[in-house]
């Protein structure tokens, strides 16, 4: 008897084994983005009217397409699907500008204002790295990483002091404060290596959520590095390397839900094509020309106007 029913009462305790087994596997969750902090003594209205202060100063520095342009509308609408991944209080009123300039750049200013180089869109190979791109300009905002500055270095009063109008109209010595120089037709800023690899894993989060393949900002980032040599492109001098970026993503992403990520589009091909047709002037011409205002007076007449500073 004991014989016959040992088979039986086996197969029970493998299927309740098998049972627990089932209810313990938990689904990986998706990645969310992380709580950005705040950076003390500068509120979200002091950062957005710095961006817009230092807007002005761009639009007067550097050729600026406008905003009816194709180029311009269409690295517009990519920066718009990539803002849908950031919702809520931690959400900012993103701006997406292009830059007639050849040389490989972008840049943020604090708030929300994002600048692309027309060169930076002919060097990306697909939608997914110039999306990289943005994501990684929009994850400094995000994490404020300028505003963080200014307050770790004690200067968060004198920001406040000059947005009050105590200080005057000293545009250049208070955007200095937060890591940003703008002149002679260059715009400078001061990220560390703790800024690079958090707007890496933050811009990653985004890439993903939007359906992009996060590893594409690192192989752009890589391939920048490549091509560079000893000409040090601008984007690696403002951005330094935190280290390995594509192994740092390859961790980030490991153990997230896989996904099929999209594929490249007819959008980004038509644009790729554009920017080859725009008039893209080269660092030092664009040095020139703001030393004799002719940016300022082209960007006039072509409409590209940046909005009012309140």
């Known amino acids: 008897m004991k014989q016959r029913f040992a088979p039986i009462r086996f197969s029970v305790v493998v299927l309740l084994l098998m049972s627990q087994l089932c209810w313990t596997v938990e689904p ?21 009217q710095l961006g817009l202060k230092g807007m002005a100063e761009v639009y007067k ?65 697909n939608e997914a790295e110039l999306a990289g791109v943005l994501a990684h ?18 200067m968060a009063q004198s920001i406040l002091g000059f947005l009050g109008g105590i200080l005057g109209d000293s ?14 037709g260059q715009v400078f800023l001061k990220y560390s290596r703790t800024d690079e690899a958090q707007a890496d894993a933050v811009g990653a989060v985004i890439m993903y959520k939007d359906g992009y393949d996060p590893h594409a900002l690192a192989s752009f980032f890589e391939k920048l590095e490549k091509q560079g040599g000893n000409n040090i492109p601008q984007f690696l001098s403002d951005h330094p390397n935190p280290g390995n970026r594509m ?48 940016w300022a007076q082209q960007n006039q007449k072509n409409g590209a106007v940046p909005p009012p500073v309140r």
Do not use: C
């Open 137 to 154: 300009e929009m994850s400094h905002v995000y994490m404020q990483h300028s505003a963080k500055q200014a307050a770790k270095q004690s």
């Open 171 to 184: 545009t250049y010595a208070d955007l200095a404060r937060v890591g940003l120089q703008i002149g002679a």
């Open 61 to 125: 520095q550097m050729p600026v397409l406008p905003d009816s342009s194709p180029l311009t509308q269409y690295v517009q609408q990519l920066g718009r699907k990539l803002q849908t991944a950031i919702s809520g209080q931690n959400s900012w009123p993103y701006q997406f500008h292009v830059v007639q300039q050849g040389e490989i750049n972008a840049f943020a200013l604090p708030g929300g204002p994002i600048f692309v180089n027309v060169g930076t869109i002919t060097a990306a190979g």
């Open 247 to 294: 192994a740092a993503i390859d961790k980030e992403v490991q153990n997230w839900p896989s996904q099929k990520y999209l594929p490249n589009t007819q959008a980004f091909a038509h644009a790729h094509q554009e920017a080859a047709s725009v008039k893209a002037y080269s660092a030092q011409e664009i040095a020139d020309g703001a030393k004799q205002g002719l």
């Open 28 to 48: 990986v969750p998706a990645p969310q983005l992380p709580d950005p902090g705040t950076a003390t003594g500068v509120t979200r209205s002091d950062q957005q």
